[in-house]
């Protein structure tokens, strides 16, 4: 493990200082590519986000493929920001030994834990400027450090205008004298001055922001993984790499832990940039790896989920939800207008709208279960509607589905049933009172 542990007693130089001793020139000729000037000239000059984790950075090997991609598409000519994590297990072990510390406050875990990328940033910019290239390293001492937080010291969030005002004004004419920024992603800096630290995705919220600032063409995310694959190499075999994803997608897949990205970081997705997610191993930027394309979720979303009242049709029967002749029964019968479904060991509830054939399907739905061996009975109730919340990072909310149920619970209002699928959560309620539930619900959600 490496730790910086100390900076310079004088406030380091803003961006807009005169630059002394620098030279701009591309890769050495280890990467074997020689631009031409006049080529260099008519070539469109993207720019793009690089964040390495720190799976990518754990030795001086990983260290110096990472800094010859970006030499490499330094040399192409396009411009590139680079946004760091600590190298290997650095915040962790940081981490480990604070916890253990007597009485070390937040504000001082913070400072501690944010030397990983600091020291972070300052390697992989020695590591740009011994292969020839402009550089400049932003430490959170700096007068020009870029983004801004709030206090929620160790897991702070950033002020989106602040931090965009402040990368646009620093961080940008950086990139416009053809040098390359490196900067820490995991830390932030009040307004008051003090260091704090984003929780886990941080480098990816840095990375995402930027992008928005300065309206990057990409963010390539340099990871240990081949990319995103289809399922958990851990759990499956034959997992196969994605080539493109959706973010509605990458919520669901996101939800089960999986830790390409984090989901706190997907909310700073600007839908106009895309995201590629690439094998570090590769040593090139361009690697094939999963694109990801659209735009975040919401904060918060609370909105009747269906157009008109649903009705939840309860079946039950011994071991009914294991029993797989009915089960296709059951779904040939209301596959045109199934809403939701639960299920327990004796029982399952499916939550149809509440179409002209309804009454038809209850009908043939009782028939099915009362001339199956193991099925006993069927119970149906009328006339309720779906709120549904969404939002990214909704179930890390502790406390949430109280906070819902004290709201509604506030305007006498009586709660049918519950569900949550990825990052929302579906509450049943009366249909004659589902505009006066969903303003208590968004209201509590609101002012918390």
Partial sequence: MVIFTGIDPLPRPSSRSKRQNQTLSFTTTKIGYNPNAKARAHQRRRLIIAKFGGSSLSNGKKIGLAAESVAREYSRGNRIVVVVSAVGRTTDELLELTNHGAGIVETDRDDILAMGERTSARIFAASLKARGIQTRHFDPSDRDWPIITDHDFSNANPSREASIHRIRKYVKPIVEDGLIPVIGGFIGRTRDGRITTLGRGGSDTTALLIATALGADEVVLATSAQGILTGDPDLIKNAQVLKTIDMKALIGIADTGTKFI??????????????????????????????????????????????????????????????????????????????????????????????????????????????????????????????????????????????????LHSGNINIFGILTITSSILVLVDWKIRKQAGKLIRNSLENN
């Fill in 262 to 407: 984090h989901r706190k970081a997907l909310r700073y997705k600007d839908p106009a940039i895309n995201i590629r997610v690439i094998p570090s191993a590769a040593g090139r930027l361009d690697a094939q790896g999963t694109q990801i394309t659209g735009g975040p979720l919401p904060e918060l979303e609370v909105k009747i989920h269906n157009p008109d009242p649903v009705a939840s049709i309860t079946l039950v029967g011994r071991d009914l939800p294991q029993n797989p002749e009915l089960i296709r029964k059951v779904t040939e019968i209301i596959r045109t207008n199934l809403v939701a479904i639960s299920q327990d060991s004796d029982s399952a509830i499916l939550y149809l709208s509440q179409t002209p054939s309804l009454r038809r399907q209850i009908s043939r739905l009782h028939d099915v279960v009362a001339n199956d061996p193991h099925g006993l009975a069927l119970a149906a109730r009328m006339g309720m509607a779906l709120i549904k919340i969404k939002g990214v990072g909704l179930e890390e909310t502790p406390g949430l589905v109280a906070k819902i149920s004290d709201a």
